[in-house]
């Protein structure tokens, strides 16, 4: 039934109502004016109060009117007597009139909102009621499985400090890019102080676009810990830092200083800041940073246009590169990694949230404090529950150093321009010590544009971690082509990756890209909605995952999406040591892996390392085939006839043993290298090399071993070449053919190159062989026909490896080449000097399927700030009547892995036990129509289900409803108000019978003419305000399994009586 309007309405004349369709009149404001033909009317103004069943109110007005012969029309929504907001924590110390920020959870970090606080008499102490309506959407729940709860920050603290302001930029401070005042007030703490413990402070307007003026600035204080000679050691505790010019907390040459429960927000530079790359000890708690500036001090702090026009400390006429020169604000800075960060929050920057940066040497006032290299090889101090949010460049990003020489001639580039550096932690930062892992534990990254997570280096871990939103999840890169840490590897495992979760976002705010989503709904989008969305990114190697989880990775028809991907236009080499086992892709990922094509983004997908792309799938959990090697679909190295091409990943299922061929060139360095495989002669693959400005080119193409290859160039052969067996284990070997000109004379040498030590040993001058059996003797020989112009070698590992060393402990076995040519000399080859064979496979990828993974995917259920809270994943999908006439058929309820099946028409109850998630009852109502059925529901909620009891309900086409008669009895499970059932509609809802009413009861009632009513939600066991019993009996939980999924028919049973 439709709302038609009670008064007359004539031409022209103002008339406006608010009402419920399918509503009675007594439901209905409505509101009228005349018109007189002057053309200004008043405002026909029609007003009514609404109240959600999660007990919001809110006001919808409708208005029309006529002023000066314009319509005047619309309406508006407000919400009423304020917002009330759920907290995490214990915040009955904020009152009335307190200020706070709410973070983005969005891609932008402009998203961030400040509000006042209202008396809220009926807020319990985790509550707030904010005057205002926020313009954006900001999240109070786990999406997907990854927590995306916004950050809540109180700006208001009972002391203030706070500089004095003009009215707008003056003077010398940087007033071409900031049209404010920017000279702030600074405080500045000097080494042999007494004590320092500052605590419950505001500082408000503070910092300086000047170095060295910052809000709080610990100036070469040193050891200010027990080391120092503290009994108390130093600390600044729940400090909000806010609206300032230059930094939020400085910390320069100074060690064990404590930063705890400390608000960063609205400020110029990067945020929570260490200086000179000596800072150690140092922790950083519970801290939250967000929307970090640019600023103008360090080339890092510098937005695009401040690095162009700032110029006056690089040498001659340099112009920096933005990209690589600059832009590099971010929310922690961190100098050297011997600091902690644990439960932290950087919840927006313009570039990165947490960036750990390396300095080579120290710099500024520290110089000589300790020697070159040592930051790079630091164990990592703690990094635990650190959030990563709607960040520019990336959530967290560990790599990078800074320029410690002065701008020059030979290097123009200004002092601490953000440079390369590698991170290898070692025992004592010794690199002759074993390694020590770097541990990234329980890391949440969402909402970032480009990157959740970067990390180059090795040995790194990241686990326990949640990625989602991200434009890519986690990129994983090793040290380059030939790895400096000989034997180092990075890892992610037991964690959840993310493509498009149902955290849609909202428009404004700064956020560039708005689009469909997989699902056809239209969302927030990161980079542009073109880019090509990757949930595990690999780049060089090796890298390994195991035990994760992808979920909703679906390819659109503006961009790729796929759950791993590949570094593009990538020139540098990938390892076939990478490696993932244990993986779970859930249904929702409609792209596995992808390996690019030419087009947008990619390029035209024809370097070294796109070309050489692979990993190793270890258990078959991704493949569906174990020990099973994925490489690009055209890289016929890796092909044989057993092999399975899957077209949509652009990408090629081998199994086989691969490995590595690294070959130096050099006079000259410039040839693109043609590498082919005997048995396929006309599918070469060419490599441009990768030349860094050395003294040589370098190629590293991933080959099958005990196979013969033919190697040529486009253009005469290079006079040194160097041939490196990399990845072979002991007695792995290939036959290689190079192409040279027919009168050239070689001198062919193996030797033991250990790198480290930069020594040579085990030097043999190789022989030359009659014939082109080179394996028949232990002698070491190569063969040189004159004929075609081939010269034949045999490359054999004779030295153990381990691990992921690419090379044995003793060093890098190689073959060096030099050839004497005549400058005139032809060199062409034809293409193959190997005999004619058949093709051998090897084992046929399709005779070894693998089976079911129970092991399969991230232990966990959610990846959550609150570790030690454990949730379940709760889905409910009711059905109207339109659904079952289109023959959908069973409703259900899925808790997570174990689903519910309802096909009877009625509704259905679930209920879990709150403290265990064991599950104690279920039950059918086979209609709701009748006063009985309304007595029998509302004595089995009132009298079956006990106190501390989650509650599912769902639906199946309610055919038979009659009348608006209510059921209040839903207002004992959380809904806050009574329940009207709508004929051939859906319901379904999330409560709690108990005491508390927690935040996570969810109602969605729908009329026939609406989607069926669904849900999706991650509810927390055992919360302290469930009060369950301290030896609530666990042996009682329902063994919920995530895979396979278990399917349980709903019995029609009805509760006697």
């Given amino acids: 039934m439709s709302l038609v309007c009670s008064f007359p309405v004539s031409f022209r004349q103002p008339w406006a109502l608010v009402g419920i369709l399918g509503g009675d009149q007594l439901s209905t404001a409505e509101d009228k004016r005349e018109y007189h033909g002057n053309g200004t009317t008043g405002l026909a103004i029609a007003k009514r109060d609404f109240l959600t069943y999660d007990g919001t109110r809110f006001t919808v007005t409708a208005f029309s009117g006529w002023i000066k012969g314009v319509p005047h029309n619309g309406f508006k929504v407000e919400v009423t007597k ?162 300032c010019f230059s930094r939020c907390v400085a910390i320069h040459g100074t060690h064990g200083l404590l930063v705890k429960d400390t608000i960063g927000y609205d400020t110029l530079g990067h945020c929570f800041f260490l200086e000179d790359g000596t800072e150690q000890r140092n922790t950083f708690y519970h801290n939250l940073g967000l929307l970090t500036r640019p600023g103008t001090i360090l080339p890092s702090d510098r937005s695009e246009l401040m690095c162009l026009v700032i ?80 960040n520019f460049k990336a959530g967290l990003f560990i790599g990078k150093g800074v320029k410690t020489t002065r701008a020059n001639a030979e290097d123009p580039r200004e002092y601490l321009t953000v440079d390369n550096a590698r ?63 000989e034997g180092s590897s990075l890892e992610v495992t037991r964690s959840i990756f993310v493509g498009e979760s149902s955290n849609f976002g909202s428009q404004g705010g700064q956020n560039s890209y708005w689009g469909k989503g997989a699902n056809g709904e239209y969302r927030t989008l990161p980079r542009n909605k073109t880019f090509p969305i990757r949930g595990f990114q690999i780049y060089d190697g090796p ?28 020139s540098w080499q990938i390892s076939p040591q990478n490696n993932v086992s244990q993986i779970l892709m859930e249904k929702s990922v409609g792209l596995k892996v992808f390996f690019g094509r030419p087009g947008q983004w990619f390029g035209n997908n024809d370097n070294d390392g796109d070309k050489m792309s692979i990993f190793h799938d270890l258990d078959g959990s991704v493949t569906g085939y174990p020990d099973t090697f994925v490489g690009r679909a055209d890289n016929y190295l890796l092909r044989h006839p057993g092999c399975l091409t899957v077209p949509r990943w652009n990408g090629v ?43 040589y080119q370098q190629y590293q193409p991933v080959v099958m071993l005990e196979q013969d290859y033919v190697i040529q160039w486009d253009g005469r052969a290079p006079e040194d070449v160097i041939l490196y067996p990399i990845n072979f284990n002991r007695g792995d070997w290939l036959r290689v053919a190079l192409c040279y000109p027919r009168e050239a004379v070689f001198q062919v040498v193996g030797d033991i190159y250990q790198r480290q030590a930069g020594t040579v040993h085990s030097v043999q001058h190789y022989l030359a062989a009659p014939s082109i059996a080179l394996n028949r003797t232990r002698e070491r020989l190569f063969y040189f026909d004159r004929g075609s112009g081939y010269l034949f070698v045999r490359l054999q590992a004779h030295e153990a490896r381990e691990g992921h060393s690419y090379c044995s402990q003793r060093g890098c076995e190689r073959i060096k080449i030099t050839a004497h040519m005549s400058p005139g000399a032809s060199w062409s080859c034809d293409p193959n000097p190997f005999p004619e064979r058949p093709v051998a496979a090897q084992h046929p990828v399709s005779q070894r399927p693998a089976g079911l993974c129970r092991a399969c995917g991230a232990p966990q259920v959610a990846i959550t700030s609150t570790p030690s809270v454990e949730y379940i994943r709760i889905q409910i999908q009711s059905l109207s009547r339109v659904d079952t006439q289109n023959h959908l058929t069973s409703a259900f309820i899925k808790v997570n892995g174990t689903v519910f099946l309802f096909n009877s028409s009625g509704i259905f109850f679930l209920v879990l036990d709150a403290c265990s998630g064991a599950v104690v009852s279920r039950w059918h109502f086979d209609t709701v129509a009748s006063e009985n059925a309304a007595h029998a529901i509302a004595d089995y909620v009132q009298t079956s289900i006990k106190e501390r009891s989650l509650v599912l309900v769902c639906s199946r086409s309610f055919t038979d409803v009659v009348g608006s008669s209510e059921m209040s009895v839903f207002t004992r499970l959380g809904s806050s108000k009574p329940i009207v059932f709508h004929k051939g509609g859906s319901f379904a809802m999330l409560g709690y019978k108990g005491q508390a ?25 055992k919360l302290k305000e469930y009060q369950c019993p301290a030896n609530a009996d666990k042996s009682l939980r329902f063994a919920f399994s995530q895979i396979p999924s278990e399917h349980i028919p709903a019995k029609a049973v009805a509760p006697r009586g």
């Avoid at 940066?357 to 300790?370: A, D, K, L, M, W």
């Avoid at 909703?552 to 028809?557: C, G, I, L, N, S």
């Avoid at 086989?656 to 002669?681: D, M, V």
Wanted: aromatic share 10%; charged share 20%.
């Fill in 997 to 1021: 009413k927690p935040s996570w009861i969810k109602v969605l009632n729908h009329a026939g003419y609406q989607k069926a009513a669904s849900l999706q939600h991650y509810v927390p066991l």
């Fill in 543 to 570: 890298v390994r995952m195991a035990r994760c989880t992808f979920k909703k990775f679906t390819p659109t028809v503006d961009r790729h999406s796929s759950a791993i991907g590949f570094f593009m236009k990538n």
């Fill in 82 to 243: 304020g917002i009330i907001i759920h907290l995490v924590d214990e915040v009955t110390s904020w009152l009335p009139g307190d200020r706070i920020v709410i973070a983005s959870t969005d891609y932008s970090m402009h998203q961030a909102e400040e509000f006042n606080l209202l008396p809220c008499p009926e807020c319990k102490s985790n509550q707030v009621k904010i005057d205002g309506n926020p313009l954006y959407l900001h999240m109070g729940e786990v999406i997907d499985g990854v927590d995306m709860r916004a950050e809540v920050g109180l700006l208001t603290r009972n002391i203030l400090i706070q500089g004095e302001m003009e009215d707008a930029c003056y003077g010398q401070n940087q007033c071409q890019f900031f049209s404010f005042d920017t000279f702030g007030g600074h405080i500045k703490i000097l080494r042999n102080f007494s004590s320092v413990h500052m605590s419950g402070v505001e500082l408000k307007n503070m910092g300086q676009q000047i170095l060295g003026s910052y809000p709080v600035h610990f100036h070469l204080a040193e050891d200010v810990d027990e080391r120092g000679g503290y009994g108390r050691p130093t600390y600044l505790d729940n400090l909000a830092i806010h609206h």
């Fill in 423 to 485: 991170f290898r932690p070692h025992q004592d930062a010794d690199p002759e010590k074993p390694r020590v892992p770097a541990v990234i534990d329980h890391l949440i990254a969402f909402k970032n544009n480009d990157h959740g997570a970067w990390a180059r280096g090795g040995d790194i871990i990241f686990r326990n971690s949640g990625f989602s939103d991200n434009g890519i999840g986690l990129t994983l890169a090793s040290d380059g082509t030939f790895p400096t840490d």
């Fill in 653 to 695: 299922m081998c199994t086989g043993k691969f490995a590595q061929l690294y070959i130096q060139a050099r006079r000259p360095e410039n040839l693109t290298l043609s590498i082919a495989r005997a048995a396929y002669p006309s599918h070469p693959v060419r490599l441009q090399g990768v030349n860094r400005g050395a003294p």
């Fill in 311 to 390: 110029r006056s400390h690089v040498h001659g006429n340099y112009t920096p590169v933005p990209s690589t020169d600059c832009m590099a604000v971010s929310t922690f800075w961190i100098a050297n990694p011997n600091n902690n960060l644990i439960e932290n929050a950087a919840a927006g920057a313009q570039d990165v949230g947490i960036w750990y940066i390396f300095h080579r040497v120290p710099t500024g006032q520290s110089e000589g404090r300790y020697p070159e290299g040592q930051a790079e090889h630091t164990p990592l101090g703690v990094f635990y529950n650190n959030r990563v949010h709607s």
